[in-house]
């Protein structure tokens, strides 16, 4: 069992507190069935505030994003079972619980439409079709809104995971990239080097099949990440010093 965590600054606000909660870096609710049983799921310091907030982000973030799994993903193992079953009003325990699925369903359906191709600010899934209408294809759009503060929470915590460092927002930045799967095939000059320096230097960890990490620091401190969610959802990002002045 994870020791508590005792007089330490939390991760996020950076407050001092004589105890804080355990926040962990990937949401446990996010983990697939395919994830080994007694791995560690990283742990970071968190008051109970800013738990409780980034909690609310992250089950709005995960409402979106496991729409775009699909049943034979490894990595997203039981995850796209999962959200059916929060939007699927057949499932429900009471009518209470039904109205609250079709709420959810009412919610979602604004991000939703067909597509013949996936577009750049969208996630894609065939949501359950059947064989014979695979062709018609269902996109979600990227809620940024969402995934701004849960990419950052997530940059923070590995941070704190590997390097033992807080992010002072006013002396270090953290900067974001949202990636299509498989970023070795973007067109991008900046990202292929980027990848390239991860190929050479990094270091990957795998925190189950669902969580892939590789992560590298420069010579001025600063930490490069590479994290790949459930085989699908690939962010790119780097936390460096405000103040770094390059020759």
């Known amino acids: 069992m994870t020791k508590k965590f005792t007089n330490l600054h939390c991760i996020y606000c950076l407050g001092y507190f004589e105890n804080l909660t355990k926040d962990h870096v990937f949401p446990e609710s996010w983990f697939p069935d395919s994830t080994p049983k007694g791995m560690e799921k990283w742990v970071v310091p968190a008051c109970l505030k800013c738990n409780n907030k980034l909690g609310k982000i992250e089950e709005a973030t995960y409402n979106k994003l496991a729409l775009s799994v699909t049943k034979d993903e490894i990595a997203a193992s039981g995850i796209s079972e999962k959200i059916a079953r929060k939007y699927n009003p057949s499932t429900a325990k009471d009518e209470c619980n039904k109205n609250r699925k079709?709420?959810?369903?009412?919610?979602?359906?604004?991000?939703?439409?067909?597509?013949?191709?996936?577009?750049?600010?969208?996630?894609?899934?065939?949501?359950?079709?059947?064989?014979?209408?695979?062709?018609?294809?269902?996109?979600?759009?990227?809620?940024?809104?969402?995934?701004?503060?849960?990419?950052?929470?997530?940059?923070?915590?590995?941070?704190?995971?590997?390097?033992?460092?807080?992010?002072?927002?006013?002396?270090?930045?953290?900067?974001?990239?949202?990636?299509?799967?498989?970023?070795?095939?973007?067109?991008?000059?900046?990202?292929?080097?980027?990848?390239?320096?991860?190929?050479?230097?990094?270091?990957?960890?795998?925190?189950?099949?669902?969580?892939?990490?590789?992560?590298?620091?420069?010579?001025?401190?600063?930490?490069?990440?590479?994290?790949?969610?459930?085989?699908?959802?690939?962010?790119?990002?780097?936390?460096?010093?405000?103040?770094?002045?390059?020759?």
Not at 102 to 130: E, H, S, V, W
């Open 102 to 247: 079709i709420a959810n369903i009412r919610k979602i359906i604004p991000d939703l439409y067909q597509a013949d191709k996936i577009p750049t600010n969208a996630f894609m899934k065939n949501c359950g079709l059947k064989e014979n209408e695979r062709d018609k294809r269902i996109a979600v759009f990227a809620p940024f809104d969402l995934l701004n503060p849960f990419a950052e929470k997530i940059f923070r915590g590995l941070e704190f995971k590997f390097r033992n460092k807080l992010i002072d927002s006013n002396i270090r930045k953290i900067e974001k990239i949202y990636l299509p799967i498989g970023i070795e095939n973007i067109a991008s000059t900046e990202i292929k080097q980027l990848n390239n320096i991860l190929n050479a230097n990094g270091i990957k960890v795998d925190n189950g099949p669902g969580f892939i990490v590789r992560h590298v620091v420069d010579k001025y401190g600063s930490s490069l990440y590479h994290v790949t969610i459930w085989g699908k959802i690939e962010i790119l990002g780097s936390v460096s010093n405000k103040n770094i002045v390059l020759n």
